[in-house]
């Protein structure tokens, strides 16, 4: 046998298998396609949901922090911890005063209490990630299968095509254009949850971290006047707005995500 006979035979079985495998995977990849379309409007319900019922009463969470600290200055640790697990707000923000009025009976352990309101942090950050990692998934995967699903029914339709079989021609191009749609209305769903997600948590984040500081950082906030920005004139909030900003540039190695230096740890 020479070397031109085994490459015809190579290519006529590479063809063959590739043939076989790419068929085979086309009903797993459409059944995968309606399951990502079926979640997809699911999300998207719930995404819809979420974002009527988000109220985010910034000012109010401000005013009952500096209440809170107030007390808890004062060692009035009850009503403290009250007016935080009664916090009004997001979901994320308002479960994250929920937790923090469980920290009561280590208040006194400043090291303790430290460690705890950091690990709740990350707790809830990994929360957020994770609330986000299937709308990201399916933004990737939802364009990958419909392209699958696009390209699997062109073999049998180019053989259709050779041999004159004009219906079977059709009915594998309808497949492969369903497919793409399906992929890209997947994808599109995914991508704007995604995104506006990451928008809603990442501003939960920040007034998370913003509250702790409030509640436990070194910083005298009660010194502070005009640090609540709710009532007013436009001028007069602009004012307080200046103050406000004043305040938080004068907050000695704050940096976002890092409790330990809401502590006041150099």
Known sequence: MDIGSALEIFKSGAQSGIYIISTNLLYPVIIILFILIGWSLIALGGFLYEWHARKRDFMSLERAALKARALLKSNELEDAFDILGKGCSNSFVHDFLSRLSEFRAVFQNKKLMEVKVEKLLQDFETAMTKRLEKSRLVTRAGPMLGLMGTLIPMGPALLALAGGDVKTLADNLIIAFGSTVLGLAT???????????????????????????????????????????????????????????????????????????VFGKK
């Open 187 to 261: 994808g599109l769903i995914g991508h704007t949850i995604s995104m506006v997600r990451s928008r809603w948590y990442e501003q939960d984040m920040s007034d998370m971290e913003y509250l702790s500081e409030i509640l436990f950082g070194a910083s005298e906030v009660e010194g502070v006047e005009g640090l609540e920005l709710g009532g007013g004139g436009e001028g007069e909030k602009r004012d307080k707005g200046q103050k406000l900003r004043q305040y938080l540039n004068k907050v000695k190695g704050w940096k976002k995500g890092k409790v330990g230096e």
